[in-house]
């Protein structure tokens, strides 16, 4: 266990330098240069040099890079050229959000999914098995921000039940939190919870169709403990991949339903900055989101490891 | 008499039994039975019924679609037979796994990947024979013992994928004896094995057989195992018996054109040099069975007019030996031989 541990720590460290990497690359091709993007019509000369002196832009890639690099293991990935403040301090301030916003969705996708397909599997080809699969479809194809202005137009502006925006933490208020999360938590959640719903009714129909699941039914166990123990079981174990990639695209991806909902995550954070040509805080968004697609990745496969005796953790 | 019937002390026999699943006719009209200890080859290609045969008889063909008539008896502590094709699905449950063992093809698929030997064995234990968990995980360790899986306290908490493929077998021998059933139904046990592997499970099988008194269903579509085995034989062919005997009836004076043509497709030590011989053709679709014989495609020895429009009977040759063609008379089969 320590062992692979450690293996897959050592592994995301190469991928995490890739990372980087790529980042850092991306950002040198983009044309414009920041200095004087930031310095818009106030230009001089002398002023110009001096600021990319400070922030070490005129120095050559590579070592702009290794600065970079050891800076961010430190925890410093520099400063925001719109407002002046730490990127870190503005990451860690977009978490919460982002986080129970995921893990919100992530809910949503679970309540849609675990019911809708299995539902599906154990009466396929009936009536209902095609209603599941054109309502996962229909929640596969939605955009999410049309969905989302659906929502808010039937639930804030039309019932008035729940507000159309914003965010309050979960620390501060958690029913108002909850009030507000809702509706992003539907709109990212469905397109989630679509996606996991298929996976989950053909690994379900994968196995009842199985030699184990035969082999169960020949024991003459009834018919409750062939299902729990022998076919959803069996069934549910690859979704966990599945929920672990989910969320770990949530983290990351909710840009667009983020600035519906005026919501203050990391990928309105990210939205605003690309707009704003703020490349510190596009690397260090990009490095973080990218932390957490690994670290979920990790976890997922300690889960898999501990439900799947095949999988040798060593 | 112009057909098999179950005998009234069987322990186990399917009569005049049809499976219909959508336009494919499965099964035609098969009757066998087996006695308590004693063991039935049922030997066909892939696609003859051999499977279906007792998969359908004992409710694990899910219905509809398939449509099961004829019946299936399970004889009675008390000597009368039940009909398991009339029972409930809670009476079914009762029967299976208690009553009648089941051994499948491949052991690398039939076990449950995700639970241990132990809880395998245990889950059957525990629901048929009320045991408890203490008392069952006992039990586990000596049926693994029986089967001769060394080291069986150890073997016993592995799960499948930590055993070889005789092993896991065996395990699945373990389990389909665990509630000490009547009848064993073996389909293909030794098909996924290497082929000294197959010779343990073969000896291992006899040796259990002898000594708790098991009736033994042996399903193969390779004749050699079943002739090493069974008492008696049946050969499936398009869904129907083509012929039965006992096994050394069977080898001696097998009649059916197509018992012919599986026996000259053995392969033999010592014939080195010569082609292997083959059955030319395939199969019958079970959805366009022909009107006539089932086997007038391939058939060496056909009459034209008569096998090709009227299905044969099943005719007894000799005492306890049936044959379903026209072309299998002793005289025939002497002419081809």
């Known amino acids: 266990m320590t062992l692979f541990l450690l293996k897959r720590l050592g592994h995301m460290a190469i991928v995490l330098i890739g990372v980087t990497l790529v980042v850092f690359a991306l950002i040198q091709l983009v044309p414009g240069d920041p200095v004087r993007l930031a310095m818009g019509t106030r230009f001089d000369p002398d002023v110009y040099a001096a600021l990319r002196a400070a922030s070490g832009l005129d120095r050559p890639l590579v070592e702009q890079y290794f600065s970079y690099l050891g800076n961010a293991l430190t925890g410093n990935l520099g400063v925001s050229f719109r407002s002046g403040d730490p990127v870190t301090l503005l990451l860690l301030a977009r978490l919460p959000a982002t986080l129970s916003l995921a893990i919100a969705s992530l809910v949503v996708a679970g309540l849609i999914s675990f019911p809708l397909g299995i539902h599906s599997a154990l009466n396929r080809g009936k009536f209902s098995d095609v209603v599941v699969r054109v309502i996962s479809q229909f929640g596969v194809s939605v955009p999410d921000f049309w969905m989302g202005i659906i929502l808010i137009l039937v639930f804030s502006t039309t019932l008035g039940w729940l507000p159309p925006s914003g965010y309050v933490a979960i620390t501060e208020n958690p029913w108002e939190w909850f009030r507000r999360v809702l509706l992003p938590a539907i709109t990212v959640g469905t397109a989630s919870g679509a996606i996991m719903t298929r996976y989950i009714r053909s690994s379900v129909l994968e196995s009842l169709g199985s030699d184990h699941a035969r082999t169960a039914r020949s024991k003459g166990l009834p018919e409750r403990i062939v299902m729990s123990r022998h076919i959803l079981r069996n069934a549910l174990v690859p979704v966990i991949t599945v929920g672990g990639v989910q969320l770990a695209g949530l983290l990351g991806g909710v840009v667009v339903v983020e600035v519906v909902f005026a919501w203050p995550g990391l990928g309105r954070l990210v939205y605003d900055s690309v707009a704003a040509r703020d490349y510190p805080v596009i690397q260090g968004a990009v490095l973080l989101i990218a932390v957490l697609f690994l670290f979920i990745n990790l976890i997922v496969d300690i889960v898999y490891a501990k439900v799947d005796p095949r999988i040798a953790l060593s | ?337």
């Open chain 2, 1 to 337: 008499m112009t057909t098999t019937n179950v005998s009234t002390t069987a322990a186990f026999g399917v009569d005049d039994l049809s499976v219909r699943i959508g336009s494919a006719q499965i099964l035609n009209g098969v009757t066998w039975s087996v006695e308590r200890g004693e063991t039935l080859g049922i030997v066909g290609e892939s696609g003859s019924g051999k499977s279906m045969t007792v998969l359908s008889a004992t409710g694990l063909v899910p219905r509809p679609p398939a449509v099961v008539t004829g019946r299936a008896l399970l004889g009675q502590p008390d000597g009368s037979q039940s009909d398991l094709l009339t029972m409930t699905a809670a009476q079914l449950r009762a029967v299976r796994g208690r009553r009648l063992g089941y051994v499948f093809q491949d052991p690398s698929t039939s076990l449950n990947p995700l639970l241990t030997v132990e809880r395998q064995l245990t889950e059957g234990l525990e629901y048929h024979l009320k045991m408890r968990p203490a008392e069952a995980s006992k039990r586990a360790v000596e049926l693994l013992e029986m089967v001769g899986i060394p080291d069986p306290a150890r073997r016993v908490k592995n799960y499948p994928h930590e055993l070889s493929g005789g092993m896991r077998q065996r395990v699945m021998i373990a389990i389909a004896l665990s509630c000490d059933p009547e009848v064993l139904i073996a389909d293909e046990p030794t098909t996924a094995l290497d082929v000294t592997i197959q010779a343990q499970i073969v000896d291992i099988v006899r040796s259990l057989q002898q000594r708790l008194g098991t009736a033994v269903i042996w399903i193969s579509h390779d004749l050699g195992v079943v002739g090493g085995l069974a008492d008696r034989i049946v050969v499936l062919y398009g869904g129907q018996v083509v012929e039965q005997a006992d096994v050394e009836t069977l080898f001696e004076q097998r009649s059916h054109p197509y018992t012919q043509g599986l026996f000259a497709a053995r392969p033999t030590l010592g014939r080195t040099g010569n082609e292997l011989v083959t059955i030319s053709g395939s199969p019958p679709d079970p959805r366009e069975l022909p009107p006539g014989c089932v086997f007038y495609d391939r058939c060496e020895l056909r009459l034209d007019d008569r096998c090709r429009t009227e299905r044969p009977p099943l005719v007894e040759l000799g005492p306890e030996h049936w044959v379903r063609s026209f072309c299998a008379t002793p005289e025939r089969q002497e002419a081809t031989a």
